[in-house]
């Protein structure tokens, strides 16, 4: 992997109708399984959407997004604290160490939120190796009782997100969009007290290329945070965001109450 794989990376929406190879879906399962992972426990799981119909829900589900259904790639990563209750159970840990076991809490979530993330994005990454390109879906966050009802997820697995992944219809032509400048991005050491004049700075590629464009709002006389704040902040999708993130947290906050 070069670092332009890095650079040059960018989302697809659009597939041609060429299937993933079985050897090269191989290749890239077996690269995602080399994320990091915390104590090698892999505390996520993966689905593999196949069924069409199953495909088309999430389509809907996710905001109307049409292009998921068409997809020749749909995988859905988990946050997975289930499966270690599962196989503790089958090994009877809790009772050759003769400790109770606890219920997982909200740190396990964030223990295999992050082992999740982490194998979606080397599963991204491989991707590109392979020639074929993604789309990270993050709208699999909502309708919790729908994808948990159409995958059977029992209590502890949850979605931390989705990617949709094939070989290009055709390589998009339209420059990449910005990122912030290094220097304006990171932070040292601290977190530093934050002004809008460093908050600007830090947004000033993003903010331009949009007033380039015209699709800044107020006549485009807005700013880059204007762009986001009624449109994607303020949304009803974002509620049902909120809404359904707490549906299925439930099981580990009720956990955290327990085990205190």
Known sequence: ????????????R??????????????LLEMTLRAPSGGNMQLWSMIRVRDEEK???LSQTCDNQPFIAKAPLVYLFLVDSHKWLEYFKASRSA???????????????????????AAAQTCVLAAETLGLHSCYIGDIIEQWETVQKTFSLPDYAVPACMLVLGYPK???????????????????????????????????RQEAFQRERGTLPFDNQGSYADSYYKRKYMSDFM??????????LGPWLKGEGENQ
């Open 55 to 57: 495909k088309r829900i």
């Open 170 to 204: 055709e390589e998009l032509k339209a420059p990449l969009l910005p990122r912030p400048e290094v220097d304006d991005f990171f932070f040292t050491d601290s977190y530093p007290e934050l002004t809008g004049e460093m908050l600007g700075r830090m947004y000033s």
């Open 14 to 27: 659009t597939f041609s109708d060429r299937p993933v190879e079985e050897d090269v879906e191989r290749s």
């Open 239 to 248: 509620k049902e965001m909120d809404r359904s993130a707490r549906a299925f």
């Open 95 to 117: 009772e050759k160490f003769d400790i109770p076991m606890r219920m997982p809490g909200i740190g396990d979530f964030h223990l295999g939120l992050q082992d999740a993330m």
């Open 1 to 12: 992997m070069t670092d332009q794989t890095i650079m040059k990376r960018r989302s697809y």
